[in-house]
């Protein structure tokens, strides 16, 4: 086993965590009366996040891990640690609204609206350069731009209508 192998299984088991944890706070939040809007994109998210990370599996598990990029990715985690601890169960990977709950103002929402989605493209582009692959990093990161431009619309519309206080 080599270094990029490593890499990229630490990176799965953290995404297949990260869907774990999301869908358990998602049914969490709907037996608290919670709503799911615009779930229209979604498909859009998994498709890409699962291109990007099965095709770095094809391609890039016997490449060189670059260490610089790599100690950035390994940054970008303890800044999604941070982001996902300040919404605690409230972090979903879906656009989900809990009527009476005011946004989350704490850790890195004191400073930024959507601190996960800064790390969700700082990762999709440093992942692929700390295997050697800027032009992997450069398509995916066009992609994901698409994606979260049409997410990050959908969940400031949801989250600037009268729903109380919104979650």
Sequence with gaps: MNWSVLLLAAVTVERLAELWLARRNTRALTLRGAFEVAPGHYPLIIIMHALW???????????????????????LQILRFWTLSAIGRRWTTRIIILPGEQLVST??????????????????????????????????????????????????????RPHTELA
């Design 107 to 160: 850790g890195p929402y004191r400073f930024l609206r959507h601190p996960n989605y800064i790390v969700v493209v700082g990762e999709i582009a440093v992942l692929p350069l700390s295997l050697g692959l800027p032009i992997y990093a450069l398509a995916f990161s066009i992609a994901n731009a698409i994606v979260l431009t049409i997410r990050i619309k959908a969940e400031n519309a949801a989250l600037s």
């Design 53 to 75: 990370l099965v095709g770095l599996w094809v391609i890039a598990r016997d490449r060189p891990v670059q260490l610089p990029w790599a100690a950035i990715f390994g940054f």
